[in-house]
Nanobody
Framework: VQLQAAGGGLVHSGGSLRLSCEAS????????MGWFRQAPGKEREFVAA????????AYATSVKGRFTISRDNAKNTVYLQMNSLKPEDTAVYYC?????????????WGQGTLVTVSS
């Protein structure tokens, strides 16, 4: 069971990044997927989630209207398009799978990818 996140980096405030997370070793299309983040010294924070069908999504208030989650079940990949980035978006971003909806349960998550937004 693996989740491999990628796409992080350094970006200026107002910029964009697209994260991707490829899953392997299990039936990706049967699970809800999502992203959470953790900034240094802070608690883990839910960011976005997408149902296994792709037909429903959920977002944290702090990112709604700026971030978009999507998935491609044929590629076993979930994406997070991040626009209008702010310094407070700086964190390590992790993708996870959840067996429940709409509540989220972090059943499994992989290594994260670091996003740094400079002011």
């Amino acid at each position: 069971v693996q989740l491999q996140a990628a796409g992080g980096g350094l970006v200026h405030s107002g910029g964009s990044l697209r994260l991707s997370c490829e899953a392997s070793g299990w039936n990706f299309s049967s699970y809800n997927m999502g992203w959470f983040r953790q900034a240094p010294g802070k608690e883990r924070e839910f960011v976005a989630a997408i149902r296994w069908t792709g037909g429903s999504t959920a977002y944290a208030t702090s990112v709604k209207g700026r971030f978009t989650i999507s998935r491609d079940n044929a590629k076993n990949t979930v994406y997070l398009q991040m626009n209008s980035l702010k310094p407070e978006d700086t964190a390590v971003y992790y993708c996870y799978r959840s067996s429940i909806w709409p509540n989220q349960q972090y059943d499994y998550w992989g290594q994260g990818t670091l996003v740094t937004v400079s002011s």
